[in-house]
């Protein structure tokens, strides 16, 4: 009997022992769980922070551009399209930096210059459309306005690269915002700026992918010419374009039939590497190359710019791309990407793009992109200039010290084309583009030059 109630009371332990083990582990799994929440809950609150704050640092960059573009107009409708673009840019910049999560007060002079950048350059804008001209007071504030968004400018792209780098994260932001943003931002006097109550609507800023690439799209598609081909032709195609002695293996990824230029894509492994890294679309509509790029690791750089120009002329012309120009370029990591336009007549063709990616090792061609040029490629019928090149550029704001002068034909936001003076200038440090109609002698656009040690691009 003694021996039947130890049994029980050694199982009753057991038991218990047993629901002890459950709880604890119940308890660890809750504390993991809810410590991966946190973990889930901080990152996404670091992803929406740092989205914010690339939007942020993307519309200050804008307002900075639409400024300097606004201090060379020199004409009044010109001048109220930019000014306008700069209420834009600053209103939506105030969004994002709203969103940032350091306390107002360590924002105040930020956030002001911002409103006061709205608030003028919407005010100007009013007067630029009414035909009114703008007043030396006026350029001598958008002036300072420029040269105060270039301090901001600078100040956030030092965050943003202490941020890159791991120096700085939002938790040290929230304590030590004061010290990061509240950088001295004067202010000009608050009887010169107009308070306006109004609305604004968000739109899409620009995204650079070379001059006048936003308005590169047609549904005509004027260059892709030819008849229908299949698939194995089109991977014909490919593999010439490639090199066939270059080709180990291809074949077809998918067919993109649900876009405006309906392609073959094909994956392909080029000989000596492991895995097939190269893609290359093939257009159906008379087998084009729309598109081809491929990665490897390069090399100490050997190629200079100069000569990544003339290899990739060179490339275009051996491939069908005759009288190609190169413009605009940028350098990343051993790589050169270049933008190249169409010339006829010794006029350049904006619309008529295509895009080269160079190894700076050996210059190998190791991306094309076609798409402008398919869109838009034909032999023009060009206008007859009637403003000569001094009236033209007697229009031009007298700041600008010109340096290169050409004819240029250039696309719209209407999808059309106009054939304009392009001059290519500087005011004080920076290098802008005027482009002034060649018929009506109307000031068509202003592009700034970036030039930075990696590349040259325009805004």
């Given amino acids: ?36 929440k946190q973990v889930d809950y901080r990152q996404a609150s670091e992803n929406q922070y740092n989205m914010a704050f690339f939007e942020l640092v993307d519309y200050v960059q804008n307002v900075e551009t639409y400024l300097a573009k606004s201090l060379i107009s020199s004409t009044a409708e010109h001048g109220a399209e930019t000014l306008t673009n700069v209420w834009r840019e600053a209103n939506l910049a105030q969004v994002y930096l709203s969103r940032l999560p350091i306390e107002s007060k360590e924002l105040e002079k930020t956030e002001k210059f911002l409103n006061q950048v709205s608030d003028y350059s919407y005010a100007l804008s009013r007067k630029n ?28 792209n030092q965050l943003s690269a202490d941020m890159n780098e791991g120096r700085i994260s939002w938790d040290e932001l929230t304590k030590k ?35 006048f690439s936003e308005h590169m799209t047609s549904s005509t598609k004027k260059g892709l010419t030819g008849e229908n081909i299949d698939e194995e032709k089109a991977k014909q195609i490919a593999k010439q374009f490639i090199g066939e002695d ?16 309906v392609t073959y894509d094909f994956n392909a492994k080029i000989n000596g590497e492991k895995e097939a890294n190269l893609v290359i679309s093939i257009s159906e509509k008379g087998g ?4 081809m790029n491929y990665n490897r690791n ?25 009288n190609m120009k190169e413009t605009y370029y940028l350098k990343q990591e051993g790589i050169v990407t270049i933008n ?3 010339e006829q007549d010794g006029i350049v063709i904006y619309s008529d793009l295509v895009k080269l990616k160079i190894a700076l090792d050996n210059g190998e061609v190791m991306g094309i992109e076609t798409t402008g040029y398919l869109n838009s490629h034909e032999k023009r019928n060009i ?37 304009c003076w392009e001059f290519k200038g500087k005011v004080d440090e920076t290098d802008f583009l005027v482009y002034i109609n060649a018929k009506t002698g109307k000031e068509e656009d202003i592009l700034v030059i970036v030039n930075t040690p990696n590349g040259t691009l325009t805004h």
Avoid: C
């Fill in 246 to 261: 270059k080709v180990q293996e291809i074949f077809l990824s998918s067919k993109s039939e649900n876009t405006d230029m």
């Fill in 177 to 211: 915002g004061k010290i990061a943003f509240a950088q001295e931002v004067s202010n000009i006097s608050k009887d010169s700026f107009t308070n306006l109550e109004e609305n604004f609507h968000e739109y899409s800023g620009l995204i650079y992918d070379g001059a």
């Fill in 383 to 419: 206008d007859e200039v009637t403003i000569s090149k001094e009236k033209a550029k007697s229009s031009l704001n007298p700041k600008l010290k010109i340096v290169s002068e050409n004819l240029a034909i250039i696309p719209t936001q209407w999808k059309t084309e106009v054939l």
């Fill in 288 to 291: 084009h190359v729309v598109f």
């Fill in 298 to 322: 390069i090399e100490a750089e050997s190629v200079s710019q100069k000569r990544a120009d003339e290899i990739g002329k060179e490339f275009l012309e051996n491939h069908g791309f005759p």
């Fill in 340 to 342: 190249y336009a169409y």
């Fill in 1 to 36: 009997m003694n021996k039947l109630t130890d049994w029980k009371n050694r199982l009753k332990k057991g038991h218990m022992l047993s629901v002890i083990v459950v709880l604890f582990a119940i308890v660890i799994a809750l504390g993991v769980w809810i410590y991966k």
């Fill in 129 to 156: 459309i009414y035909k009114e001209e703008l007043t030396k007071e006026d350029l001598d504030n958008l002036e300072q306005l420029h040269d105060y968004s270039i301090e901001l400018e600078n100040t956030l």
